[in-house]
């Protein structure tokens, strides 16, 4: 800037003719006010002939007015300068913060498209299982003389490793006679293969439930129909349909009912168009009319203990187990006068009366669950352990039992259900949130 004025003030003198004689001063005057003093001898006279004026100094007045303006707007400029830091901060500031903000939004981002390739690899894994799912036959019993390794699932681990149960299973299936069924279909529990996995609950209520397939279908509903119940909770009462068991993997009812009366534990089971259960709380049982949707029979079961007085060893209610076979409708239960032994009754699958009853002197208590093939009774050692048994067997014909040891696997360590589909020769269970069913291999009854 002072080169700036430095030159207007070389151009001044070089205006007047005393160039050699000029001086220019700069002083503070008592104000503090910066002063300017430019002085300029006459270059053709001695003396001043007035005082204060004379057109050369009125000329030179005129200079030092355009030249104190000149200085004040560049001094102004430079002060406005200065000035002018306050928009130059908020500028500055919102700099600041815009960038922020790009950061924040940049880590969202990076969240985000985490959160996706996660989801993406979930849906990947779905995908996966639910093809490999549908790869597996779901209903097809095996040819009677196929080696039982070539029947086993490939890509199940329990059965590539080699171990001692497999042996032991193999050794026991080379020692059993072929099967040879009577016109029923009918025969002896000579195995209980690998469960296979087809759907697992989506939420906490299927942490336990019941699901089923009426082996004597009727209509509305065709024999493919799978019906599912979570059991947990303390008003049960919702019944899901599915048209196939595809519908089922992929977990879309086609169905779903509102039953009129609350569900006991997971005792409950499909019969000719019928949903049979236990009502809540009570020792009532319940024929629900599938095509009617409603309350088609009711009736006690006489003396049967209910809500937790003879479970399984599970406990969860389990007092009253229905099942069906090849023979009809059944009750699993006790009472007092059985003392906790189980009871097994047959019953009127319109009226729910009691056709018949036998005791064993099987405790309740101290197995898993039970299941009825060809009017004989079958019951699971364990509900937790992987690796158990079918320990009992007591024969309705005979009125005998005996002990047993049919290995019996537990994949997901809670089992909560267990019955068997004489349709599919099948055990059909729910085993920690899993629908899972197992083939059963049957041999020929006593007498045949
Ligand atoms: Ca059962």
Redesign the pocket.
């Known amino acids: 800037m002072w080169l700036q004025v430095a030159l207007c003030l070389s151009c001044l003198l070089l205006g007047s003719q005393g160039q050699e004689r000029a001086a220019f001063h700069r002083t503070n005057d008592r104000n503090s006010r910066c002063q300017y003093t430019f002085t300029v001898a006459s270059p053709t006279e001695a003396s001043c002939p007035t005082v204060g004026g004379g057109p050369e100094v009125e000329a030179l007045k005129s200079r030092l007015t355009l030249l104190e303006a000149l200085v004040n707007r560049l001094v102004g400029g430079e002060a406005g300068a200065v000035a002018g830091a306050g928009p130059d901060t908020g500028l500055q500031e919102a700099y600041v913060q815009v960038m922020e903000e790009k950061t924040q939004l940049q880590r969202d981002k990076e969240r985000l498209d985490r959160q996706v390739q996660d989801l993406q690899r979930r849906l990947e894994e779905l995908r996966q299982e639910t093809e490999r799912l549908r790869a597996r036959p779901c209903q097809q019993p095996p040819p009677p003389s196929a080696p039982l390794q070539d029947q086993r699932p490939a890509s199940d681990p329990a059965w590539q490793l080699g171990g001692a149960g497999y042996q032991e299973v193999k050794a026991e299936v080379t020692e059993v006679p072929a099967p040879s069924q009577n016109s029923t279909g009918c025969g002896e529990l000579v195995s209980v293969r690998e469960p296979e996995s087809h759907r697992m609950a989506d939420s906490i209520a299927g942490k336990y439930g019941v699901w089923m397939q009426d082996p004597e279908a009727v209509t509305p509903y065709g024999p493919k129909m799978l019906w599912r119940i979570d059991t947990v909770g303390s008003e049960v009462r919702q019944l899901f349909g599915y048209e196939d068991m595809d519908q089922l993997v992929r977990g879309f009812p086609t169905k779903v009912l509102l039953l009129p009366e609350p569900v006991e534990s997971?005792?409950a089971t499909m019969y000719r168009g019928s949903l049979y259960y236990q009502r809540r709380r009570s020792r009532t049982l319940l024929r629900y009319d599938l095509a009617t949707e409603s309350i088609a029979a009711r009736r006690d079961l006489p003396h049967a203990g209910f809500h937790g007085q003879f479970p399984y060893s599970w406990g969860g209610y389990t007092d009253i187990?229905l099942?069906v076979d090849e023979q009809g409708l059944w009750a699993?239960y006790s009472t007092n006068k059985a003392k906790g032994a189980i009871m097994v009754s047959q019953l009127d699958p319109n009226s729910l009366e009691v056709k018949r009853s036998w005791e064993t002197k099987i405790r309740k208590n101290t197995v898993a669950?039970?299941?009825m093939i060809c009017g004989r009774l079958y019951t699971v050692a364990s509900y937790t352990s992987p690796n158990t048994t079918v320990n009992y067997m007591y024969d309705t014909a005979t009125g005998q039992s005996k002990a047993i040891a049919l290995p019996f696997r537990n994949r997901y360590r809670y089992n909560s259900?267990?019955?068997y589909n004489p349709a599919h020769k099948k055990l059909y269970a729910w085993d920690n949130f899993h629908m899972v069913s197992y083939d059963v291999r049957l041999g020929k009854l006593e007498g045949n």
């Open positions: 997971t005792g187990d099942g699993i669950n039970a299941f259900m267990i019955d």
